[in-house]
Nanobody, 127 residues
Framework: VQLQASGGGLVQAGGSLRLSCEAF??????????MGWFRQAPGKEREFVAVIKWSDGTTNYADSVKGRSTISRDNAALTVLLQLNNLTHEDTAVYYC???????????????????WGQGTQVTVYS
């Protein structure tokens, strides 16, 4: 399984951004996977942002982005999207998409629960 994240860039505070994560590989059976987004700011640990269970669309969000972000999946394109709105400086980070081979309700917030990772895409918020 390979993951390709894209969509990062420079965005003004208060603006929006949509990140994309394409999943590919012969062994990727999307209905088995949960797809997550994490981010890591300089000097900080990698933190959970959002997760979606591919089979039924169940989602979960970190409190820091809840209400201003949406995670979704495109079955035809094998792509997971993360829409971020009302961005602030605190959202500046490298964003990573990840795939887990199981979705555990009430969990999925630890990097160790994910087996596959994309390369990361930089999001920088400026004022």
């Amino acid at each position: 399984v390979q993951l390709q994240a894209s969509g990062g860039g420079l965005v003004q505070a208060g603006g929006s951004l949509r990140l994309s994560c394409e999943a590919f590989g012969r062994t990727f059976n999307r209905y088995r996977y949960a797809m997550g987004w994490f981010r890591q700011a300089p000097g900080k640990e990698r933190e959970f942002v959002a997760v979606i269970k591919w089979s039924d669309g169940t989602t979960n969000y970190a409190d820091s982005v809840k209400g201003r972000s949406t995670i979704s999946r495109d079955n035809a394109a094998l792509t997971v999207l993360l829409q971020l709105n009302n961005l602030t400086h605190e959202d500046t980070a490298v964003y990573y998409c990840a795939a887990a081979t199981a979705f555990i309700p009430g969990s999925m917030r630890r990097p160790s629960e994910y087996a596959y990772w994309g390369q990361g895409t930089q999001v920088t918020v400026y004022s």
